[in-house]
């Protein structure tokens, strides 16, 4: 197969009739770019796998900072931690299990059996088991990353789900209130609270919550 120009048209001669020109496609990033310049924390020992680690980490393009030996409490402002595993792990955690402030992976040596009891404690995002490569590496980070975002937004729902409860219990407390002392109906009361937090700009839930404060104080 060749290739000829005429006329400033690129011609293609030397094919089979109905076949095409298979081009090969282009190259892709070495890593995703969601991943780079992610703050990284690796507490793992100074030795040939804690090392490639770290090499293997800032090929993908992040910010690595290694720690060893391990803190008695894991520092919190990375992105993600990779850490390595000892029984003494949950303790040195500074969040409560399931409001953690950043990606945990936790790092097996492979030395003895893997206490599955110590993995389900640390409620870590991922695993990365020595000796590492670049595909697991990478596998493990953007799975914590990706495992420990999604937590996030699910927290937020649920906090979010539990104002929206407080407020509407707000609500009913000061409707049954204005329905009690201002002798009104239940429609009454829910728009006198709807104009009182039209007029003042705020939330209804702000002005319930007033008024249920206000009641309890006087009384």
């Known amino acids: 197969m060749k290739e000829t120009r005429q006329s400033g048209i690129m011609q293609t001669v030397g094919l089979p009739r109905g076949e095409r020109v298979q081009h090969k ?4 990033s070495p890593s995703s770019p969601q ?26 393009r992040c910010s690595i900072k290694h720690i060893w030996p391990m803190p008695p409490q894991i520092p919190a402002q990375f992105d993600v931690v990779f850490c390595a595993l000892s029984v003494d792990l949950p303790q040195r955690l500074p969040w409560i299990p ?3 402030a950043a990606a945990l992976v936790v790092v097996d040596c492979g030395e003895g059996p893997l206490d599955l009891d110590l993995l389900h ?8 088991h020595y000796p590492t490569t670049q595909r ?12 420990f975002l999604y937590e996030k937004r ?3 729902r649920i906090e979010k ?23 009104m109906t239940e429609e009454e009361a829910y728009n006198y609270l709807r104009k ?15 008024v249920v404060d206000s009641f309890e104080l006087l009384s």
């Open 136 to 147: 697991s590496v990478e596998a493990a980070l953007s799975l914590a990353r990706g495992h």
């Open 25 to 28: 496609p282009a190259k892709k």
């Open 35 to 60: 991943l780079w310049d992610l703050q990284i924390a690796v507490i793992v020992a100074r030795d040939d796998d804690g090392e490639r680690l770290v090499r293997e980490l800032q090929r993908l």
């Open 121 to 128: 404690n640390c409620a870590a995002h991922g695993i990365l």
């Open 154 to 156: 699910l927290r937020g």
């Open 98 to 100: 399931g409001e953690p």
């Open 196 to 210: 009182q937090a039209m007029e003042r700009r705020v939330t209804i839930g702000a002005v319930a919550k007033a």
């Open 161 to 183: 789900l539990d104002e929206s409860l407080r407020t509407m219990r707000s609500v009913e407390r000061a409707k049954s209130l204005l329905i009690r002392i201002k002798d």
